[in-house]
Each structure stands twice: as structure tokens, then as C-alpha cells.
């Protein structure tokens, strides 16, 4: 009897201290869902800063009761007028948020960690959004579910219900559906973001048919808001396929596509890379090849940049929405404290040594590769009053670049054309792909900037200190532009030259005229 009272006492101790807990989020919840929303506000306008759009959240009205409240939100989107008619989108949201620190769904679901608040939200029908409620047949057609600690973090799943409709007599979708984990701390200063979708199917039937069908999406992030209000860590998005087909033309199909980004603090400077990367194009289910990049920054004095992207968005983001909106800029002036900061700014980030760098430039073909890669660093002139000449000088401390095309790309991309514009005849293709490959590589050599290795076309370039060496050649800087400039400037008639040399109309090779006869030389 003792042990069945103590159980007694204890859930009327549970009880009453989650009626005083409801109690007490129920009034903390008007403040909580206020800062929530100007934090959303301030983060949507930093993100449309220039575009002459801007976005309002906002609580249109909160019904708060002792163990859950009922919320509602409008969101409204203005663009820029288009053939004289603003453009503006209102979208609802309603919000059913149990008090905690035991919400019900949590406990039925037995976790028992104490939170402030479970929310439950879906979009409400309007104007705007009743075709997407039809689209779902009913259904709302985004849901989600967030937990708010007392620690002000959040935790939450947004999910985009299935779709299959036409909006237009000529157009429809088909929606597999996406669902997205958000995990973010106190004011968002760490945020995680993953999932993904499994299909998106797009079509027309207008002048132009078009098909498009996008397969296996995932997404992720992982950053964190460095010292200098940058987010860093890493982040990814990556589609298996993309399915493109243009009224009768053959399909093409574009697979592992990817976006992979990563940017990191060390100290007060912020290094980091971004690749875009392709792994096959097919059309008519033939292979044509592939692409890699990556690009690198590194020793980016992270207080130095942040100032001049405050200055940019204080001078610049005016005139970009001034344009957006078709009205006449402003007058770009900066005053002499402007100036001031700038060069200051530029001098800070300059003296850390930045790098730019294009890593990887990759092109693969069925029968070979091309590729690219450039690095520039850069250091602090001695004043930013020298001659433009002695600046780039200065602040240019080395760069470092190497192509290299294989013969065989240039084949490949003759067969390409020809897959394209439907030529079957397969003798002929390659018959003109090595006739391009001997000719495209001749036109190259000719210009003496790029040397033969093998069955690979190459050059190189290493600056620093005021010395070139170009191709294994060491010279001047003046010595370089003006090769450069001797070279290039005779490419045109030498080129001109080449080509009439396989003109397809006339097969002559140099020396042969129609009229039998050899050039007049007296001339």
C-alpha cells in the first residue's frame, strides 16, 4: 500500500509540475515566438540583399490556452513590378504547439527530455496555394514538426507532401515528395540540414515539348557562424541524374551531378574550396564525357573580408535594387572615411597572403582529358598610388598555371558535333575527326604558345619575382607580353592560312591552283 501511494504522489508531482511548466511556457511563448521571427526576418533579408525583393514573416495571431496554443503566420513575398503589375505572394501557416515541458506527442512517443514547446505546422489553402492542396488531393502539401528547447535550440523535420497535377493544360508534375531534418542551436549560430527527395517529373506540350525528369536528390549541411559572422564547415548537394529530352531530339542524360563546399577558420583567416563536378553526359545513350572542378581560396583575413562585403552591401546592394526595380540608380560615390576603410580593408586582406586558386579543371572525353589549373597569390603593394603597371606587379607575388589538352579531345569533339546534329555515317565522322584532330593540333602548335608531349598538347606558366618561365623558357615579364603579343597577334593570318589548306571544297594541299598553274612570286 505504501509503494502504490508513493506512485501516487509522484504523478501528481509530475502533474503538477508539467500543469507549472505549461503554465509558464504558455507565457513565455508570445516573446520566444517574437525573437524567433525577427531572427527569421533579419536572416531572409540579408539573403535577398540586391535581388529588389523582400520577404515578411510574420504572427497575424496567437490563441495561447494552459497546455497548447494555436498559432497562425503569413508570409508575403514583393518583387518587382513586371509589365506594370507588382507582384505579390502571401502564403499561410498554421501552428499547433503543445507546452511543455512534456508536450503529449513526446510522451506518447516515451521520450522524456524536458522541452519549452512541440510544434505541429502545415500550410494553409488560400488564393495562392489551393491548386497545391488539390495537387495533393487534399492534403497539405508541407508539413512539419519542430521541437524548441529552453535552451533556444530547435529541432525539426519540413516535409513537401507528394505532388501529381497539370497546372496548365500544357504542363505537369509529378512530386515524389522531400523531406528535410533541420537541427539548429540558439540563434541558428550552428546548423545542421540533410535529406533529400526521390523524383521530380516535369513536362510541356507547347510549341517546344520538353521533358524533364530529376532523379535521388540529398542534401547536407554541417556549419557553424565563424568570428567574422561567416558560416563555415561543409555542405553538399548531390543529384544521381538529370533526364533532359526537347521535343523529338534525343534524350540527354546527365549523371552524378554535385556541389561540395567546404570552408574553414584558422585563426582569423578563412580557407576554403567549392566543387562542381559532373560525372557523365550521354545523349541518345552514347557517353560524351564528364566534368570535374574545384575551386580554392586560402589565407582570407575573415574581419577584412567581412568589411568590404558591409561596404559593398552599403554602396552596391542600392544600385542593384534600384535596377531591379527599373528605377534610376544612385550615384555611386564614396566619401573619404569610405575610402579610407576600403583601402585600409583591402591592405588588412592583401597582407595575409590570400590565394586564389582553380584546383581542377577537368574535362574527360570517350578518348582522352583536358585539363586546367591556375594559382594566384597575392600580396600588399607598397602603395596602391603606383603606376597600374608596378601595382599588378607588386600584388601579384606568383602565379602558376598549366593546360594540358590531349589530341584526341579535339576528335572527340568532332564526334560530338556529329552526334548531335545526326550524321550516321560513321566512316565520314571519323574520317573528319582525324582530319580535325591534325589540323585543330597544327593550328595550336603554330602559334608557339603551346608544345607537343607525346600525343598531348601542354603549356605552362610560373611567375614570381618578376621572372617568367613559360614553357621551360625563362624570360622577362616585358619579354613574355611581348611574345605573347607577337604571337597572338599573328594567329589570325596564319590560322587563315592553315584552314584554306583543308577547305573541303577545293581538297588542295599548299602549292595546288584550279588553273594548273604555280603562284605568281614576282610580286
Known amino acids: ?137 487534399g492534403a497539405a502539401p508541407l508539413t512539419g514538426t519542430g521541437v524548441l528547447g529552453y535552451d533556444g535550440s530547435t529541432q525539426g523535420t519540413l516535409v513537401l507532401t507528394p505532388l501529381d497535377f497539370a497546372p496548365s493544360p500544357t504542363s505537369a508534375i509529378k512530386f515524389s515528395g522531400m523531406t528535410l531534418d533541420i537541427d539548429a542551436s540558439k540563434n541558428a549560430k550552428q546548423v545542421q540540414v540533410s535529406g533529400g527527395m526521390d523524383s521530380l517529373l516535369l513536362s510541356t506540350t507547347d510549341e517546344t515539348p520538353v521533358q524533364v525528369d530529376l ?88 574581419a577584412a573580408l567581412q568589411s568590404l562585403i558591409k561596404l559593398y552591401q552599403d554602396k552596391l546592394v542600392p544600385v542593384q535594387h534600384a535596377q531591379a526595380l527599373g528605377e534610376e540608380a544612385p550615384q555611386l560615390d564614396f566619401s573619404a572615411d569610405e575610402e579610407a576603410r576600403l583601402k585600409a580593408d583591402l591592405e588588412k586582406l592583401l597582407a595575409g597572403k590570400p590565394q586564389l586558386a582553380l584546383d581542377n579543371f577537368t574535362l574527360t572525353t570517350a578518348h582522352g582529358q583536358a585539363s586546367l589549373r591556375v594559382v594566384l597569390d597575392l600580396d600588399k603593394p607598397e602603395s596602391f598610388e603606383l603606376a597600374p603597371d608596378e601595382l599588378a606587379r607588386q600584388m601579384i607575388a606568383k602565379l602558376e598555371a598549366k593546360l594540358s589538352v590531349a589530341k584526341a579531345v579535339i576528335g572527340d569533339g568532332v564526334r560530338i558535333q556529329a552526334m548531335v546534329e545526326g550524321v550516321t555515317d560513321a566512316k565520314a565522322v571519323e574520317e573528319q575527326a582525324t582530319m580535325m584532330t591534325e589540323m585543330g593540333s ?82
Do not use: C
Not at 540527354?252 to 562542381?276: C, F, H, M, P, R
Not at 597544327?442 to 605552362?460: F, K, N, R, Y
Open 215 to 302: 532523379r535521388d536528390l540529398t542534401l547536407s549541411s554541417e556549419q557553424r557562424l565563424g568570428s567574422g559572422d561567416f558560416y563555415v564547415g561543409d555542405s553538399s548537394i548531390k543529384l544521381a541524374t538529370a533526364q533532359i529530352k526537347v521535343a523529338d531530339k534525343p534524350a540527354v542524360l546527365i549523371k552524378d551531378l554535385a556541389q561540395v563546399g567546404s570552408l574553414q577558420e584558422s585563426g582569423t583567416a578563412l580557407n576554403g574550396q567549392i566543387g562542381y563536378d559532373i560525372g557523365k553526359i550521354s545523349y541518345d545513350g552514347k557517353d560524351i564525357g564528364g566534368l570535374r572542378t574545384l575551386w580554392a581560396i586560402k589565407n582570407f583575413d575573415s
Open 1 to 137: 500500500m505504501n509503494k502504490l501511494a508513493a506512485v501516487a504522489v509522484g504523478l501528481v508531482a509530475v502533474g503538477a509540475l508539467s500543469t507549472a511548466g505549461a503554465w509558464y511556457t504558455g507565457s513565455q511563448l508570445p516573446g520566444v515566438l517574437n525573437n524567433l521571427i525577427d531572427e527569421a526576418n533579419k536572416q531572409g533579408a540579408d539573403a535577398l540583399l540586391g535581388t529588389g525583393v523582400s520577404s515578411k514573416l510574420e504572427l497575424v495571431s496567437l490563441e495561447t490556452r494552459l497546455f497548447s496554443s494555436t498559432a497562425h503566420y503569413r508570409f508575403s513575398l514583393d518583387a518587382p513590378a513586371k509589365d506594370g503589375e507588382p507582384r505579390h505572394i502571401e502564403i499561410l501557416l498554421v501552428d499547433n504547439i503543445e507546452h511543455g515541458p512534456l508536450p503529449a506527442s513526446r510522451l506518447m512517443r516515451l521520450n522524456l527530455w524536458p522541452v519549452m514547446a512541440a510544434s505541429n505546422y502545415q500550410l494553409e489553402a488560400n488564393e495562392l496555394t489551393q491548386k497545391w492542396f488539390d495537387a495533393a488531393k
Open 442 to 523: 597544327g593550328m595550336a602548335l603554330g602559334t608557339g604558345l603551346l608544345t607537343l608531349e607525346g600525343d598531348t598538347l601542354q603549356s605552362s606558366l610560373h611567375y614570381a619575382d618578376n621572372k617568367v618561365t613559360f614553357n621551360g623558357q625563362d624570360m622577362s615579364v616585358d619579354e613574355f607580353i611581348t611574345l605573347v603579343m607577337a604571337k597572338t597577334g599573328g594567329m589570325g593570318g596564319g590560322l587563315d592560312g592553315e584552314a584554306s589548306m583543308y577547305d573541303p571544297e577545293e581538297g588542295m594541299g599548299e602549292g595546288d591552283h584550279a588553273d594548273g598553274q604555280a603562284p605568281d612570286t614576282a610580286q
